[in-house]
């Protein structure tokens, strides 16, 4: 099969675009409202709470205490209990028919769509 240089040249740029487009951030927690997103994050961490036994004030703040590390979350008894929140938030999101259904840890836990969420600077890190 012949290609001739007008057919690489469309095929090429149509590979370059769905790559992008793959590529791109599609992180639910930036692409929904944030308000959605902000609702989304504090019902997961009440839902995660309420099943790993934890008492947080104000309910649903977990997830916030484990994404600013701000000394809030007690690691004494569980080491783990930030990534234990997160996967049970995942595990959540799984049980909803919404944009937050098919979350990942890695978006989950994504400073760059946390932060905005809490109205915190990026640069504050």
Known sequence: ???????ISITSALFMSVTLVACSGNNPLQTQP????LAFVEEASKTAETQLHIKAFPPGNTYYAC??????VDKRQNPHV????????????????????????SELQ???AFRPLYNIPLDSQ
Do not use: P
């Not at 994404?67 to 809030?72: E, I, K, R």
């Not at 930030?82 to 840890?105: G, H, P």
């Open 1 to 7: 099969m012949k290609m001739t240089i007008k057919k």
């Open 67 to 72: 994404m600013t590390d701000d000394g809030m």
């Open 110 to 112: 994504d400073q760059k």
């Open 82 to 105: 930030c990534e234990d929140v997160y996967d049970a938030m995942i595990t959540y999101a799984r049980t909803t028919n919404s944009a937050f259904k098919n979350i990942t840890l």
């Open 34 to 37: 944030k308000d959605q997103a």
